[in-house]
């Protein structure tokens, strides 16, 4: 069955280090996101892909940054996380067909920056 | 800019009612409107989606109604069960094929 998948489920960091968050899905899908979970806030944006090659900003991407080298994967890397990154992360990838667009989501990342 | 509301406050009901949950907007229509599921520790997942022509979809013990005009999408659950606990949350989409989420209303179905 195809699925997307998250690693690591959690994760610790300090203030300043490099962190990167995976995202892989088998869906064959060609947009993949990035979200941020936090009380009283929801579902955040932060970054997008069309596809191969393509990346958006969204609405909280300051402070991370993501490629797209492949379809099946999105990694998403904090350049020099901070205390206000503490979050669950989620990946989620829809089919990009036009029309309609429901999204699949990962498992979640939970990640501590101390 | 677009704003979503679900209610903060969770639903608690007794096993066997109907859940209605709601999610309103501002501004303009979206294209279509989408449901999800979350549990706690795990990735929403979709439950129902209804497009701006469309009036009421249904999908065994569930139905969403979408009204233009009260810019509001109702979202039921018949016969609900304790299973059925969890955050449902509503995600817009106005045509750029991303949607943008409510912040959740928590269902709490006691037996």
């Known amino acids: 069955d195809a699925e997307i998948t998250q690693s690591p489920r959690h994760k610790i960091t300090e203030t300043g280090r490099q962190v990167t968050l995976a995202c892989h899905q088998t869906?064959?899908?060609?947009?993949m996101f990035w979200y941020r979970q936090d009380l009283g806030h929801g579902l955040r944006l932060i970054h997008y892909s069309y596809g191969v090659h393509d990346t958006n900003k969204g609405e909280v991407s300051d402070g991370y940054s993501v490629s797209r080298s492949n379809t099946e994967d999105l990694p998403l890397t904090l350049e020099s996380a901070a205390s206000s990154q503490t979050s669950v992360y989620f990946c989620?990838?829809?089919?990009?067909?036009?029309?309609?667009?429901?999204?699949?989501f990962g498992p979640g990342t939970r990640l501590l920056v101390l | 800019s677009q704003k979503i509301e679900q209610n903060s406050e969770a639903l608690n009901i007794q096993e066997g009612k109907t859940a209605t949950l709601t999610c309103n907007y501002t501004?303009?229509?979206?294209?279509?409107l989408q449901w999800y599921r979350q549990d706690p520790g795990r990735g929403p997942v979709f439950l129902l989606l209804i497009r701006e022509n469309e009036k009421e979809k249904r999908k065994e013990r569930l139905k969403v109604t979408f009204d233009t005009t009260l810019k509001q999408s109702l979202f039921h659950i018949t016969a609900s069960q304790p299973a059925d606990s969890a955050t449902y949350l509503c995600?817009?989409?106005?045509?750029?094929?991303?949607?943008?989420f409510g912040r959740g209303t928590s269902l709490i179905v006691h037996p």
């Open positions: 995600a817009l989409d106005w045509g750029s094929y991303i949607p943008t």
């Open positions: 501004n303009y229509s979206p294209a279509y």
């Open positions: 989620a990838s829809s089919d990009g067909t036009g029309g309609a667009e429901t999204q699949y």
């Open positions: 869906w064959n899908h060609n947009n």
